[in-house]
């Protein structure tokens, strides 16, 4: 029965903390908290305690019987608080509750953090306390009292009352702890010889307040510009507030009695057009209407409208010379500009749509370099002394320039440039013979094809060829990326070997990652027009090997001024050394490739 009950308080008092807690939080976001924060809070009050444990009482450790320590109605308590933040504090507790009529007494000593959310009408805070316990009853023999370390968690409502005193409306926390009294209770009272306290503990009283900064009153700044202009000028007039909450949303009034103000937020425009001559004052108020004291502050600022002299722009003309220039020279322009009420005028702020322009004063140049061709549009502006301007423009009509010439022997040369992927062998190269598994007939194509790039280098210094490594589908995803990467070395030490410069040559390797598919395969040599009407039957039918054979290759790509071409991934059905690169099937018959090879003689027409 007692367990019960003490169960049904321990979850009447959990759920009566998640309820402050949702208060707080909720409370927290959903009203304006206060920014005021007094370094010290002291609470002195009242507490109520209900123990929550059962106890050993008995004459001896082998003759007991258990006790519920009852609750205890008479008691004190006092906390003491320094502030970090608004929010955040330290918290030293002290607590002291007595039965008279059962001789018990309770006291703990605790301290640790402390949560607030300040309202300006409330205070929820909780907190988690750690520290000293001491318990005290008459066992029967004597009064004893038993030390313990506990905790306790809880949290409460304070009202304030005055500048710096609140009423604490309640308190509430759960108190935990545990004491040993094995020296008390034998063994055969286990559940009395280490006992937990599982209490509740409520407190009213009043809480002190003190240190701090006190709130700043909000002030408000305002200014203009410019403070001084002629009738039907514009004024731009602003306001700076300060010392708001600005967790608040301020709002802003303006006023004026010159001119029309239209007002938004922190500016204000002031149209002048309809002001007579005089001086006037603008005025913004800021207002907090959240806020129950020092919620708004005003500033005003004042300006001067003077009458209109009568006046009259400056006029300008340019010209440009010449007016048709080929992309990348250069055209000298000059301005012309007078004003009709004869007062010193200057000319600057030169502009053109396209290319750039140098210079100040009356002459400036312009610069085509890197202009693309049409008509660009050169303009200046010209100030007379009472500030007022005049604009002009005129039109630069850019050509291309002619194309370069033609160098002959690159343009032959590139058309003879023939690129060919390079294919090799099944497994080939060796990891134990790197400068391996290059056939004859590719090594010629090699050959060629470093001899023509020699040649084009000497034209264009920067071309580079890209070798790019695969392999076909068999093996594990590691070999056929090092194959590859052994197949792209082979390749580029070949053409090294015939002089091409290393630097001019970068490899790259896909392992199996980009085979050509079933379809290109089958497309390429549908489309082969080297292959007769049998040939390509033949290779149609062993397709799954010529598949195979397609994709173990080296392909090559020339680089050159943001030229790029691709070899042609075309297999060498007519080579002399194709049955070498397409290998037989497993269990096939030397026999039944004699015939391809036979086939391929037909090549050595061309």
Known sequence: MISGCTTRLRRLLVAGLFALLSSVLITGSAVAQSDSNPKWDVFAGYQWLHPGATVPVGPNSSSITPFKLPDMAKGIGGALTYNFSPHVGFETDFGYNRNTAAAASEWTVSAGPRFIARTETAAFFVHGLFGFNRVGYDNGVEISGKNGIGAL????????????????????????????????????????????????????????????????APTAACSLQPAEVLVGEPITATVSASNFNPKHTVTYAWTGNGGTVTGKDTAANIDTTNAAPGSYTVTAHVTDAKAKKNGE???????????LPPKNPPTVSLSASPTNVVAG?????????????????????????????????????????????????????????????????????????????????????????ALHSVYFVTDQPKIANPKG???PGQQKNLVSLATDFKKYLEAKPDAHLVLEGHADIRGSAAYNQALSERRVARVKSFLVEQGVPDAAVETTAFGSQQNLTLDEVKDSIEKNSDLTTEERKRALARINVIKLASNRR??????????????????????ADALSLIGGREGEAPKKTAKPAAKKAAPTKK
């Open 554 to 575: 080296v392909d090559v790509t020339l680089k050159s001024a943001g030229q790029t071409e691709t070899s042609v991934r075309q297999f060498p059905f007519n080579a």
């Open 297 to 307: 502050a005003s500033c005003s600022a004042n300006y001067t409208v003077k009458p």
């Open 437 to 439: 598994g290059l056939l």
């Open 329 to 417: 020279g250069n055209v000298s322009l000059s301005a012309n500009c007078t004003s009709p009420d004869s007062v010193p005028v200057s000319v600057a702020n030169w502009t053109s749509s396209a290319g750039t322009v140098s210079g100040s004063g009356n002459s400036a140049s312009l610069s085509t370099a890197g202009v693309a061709p049409g008509s660009l549009t050169v303009g200046a502006t010209c100030t007379d002394s009472r500030g007022l301007t005049g604009q002009a423009s005129t039109q630069v009509s850019v050509e291309a320039p002619p194309p370069p010439p033609v160098n002959p022997e690159v343009k032959a040369l590139e058309a003879r440039l």
């Open 153 to 216: 968690v809880g949290g409460g409502l304070d009202l304030p009352f005055g500048k710096q005193f609140s009423w604490r409306v309640f308190q509430v926390d759960y108190v935990w702890t545990t004491h040993n009294y094995s020296s008390t209770a034998g063994p055969l009272f286990e559940s009395l010889r280490r006992p937990n306290f599982e209490g509740a503990r409520l407190r009213t009283g009043v809480v002190y307040s003190w240190g701090g900064a006190e709130p700043v």
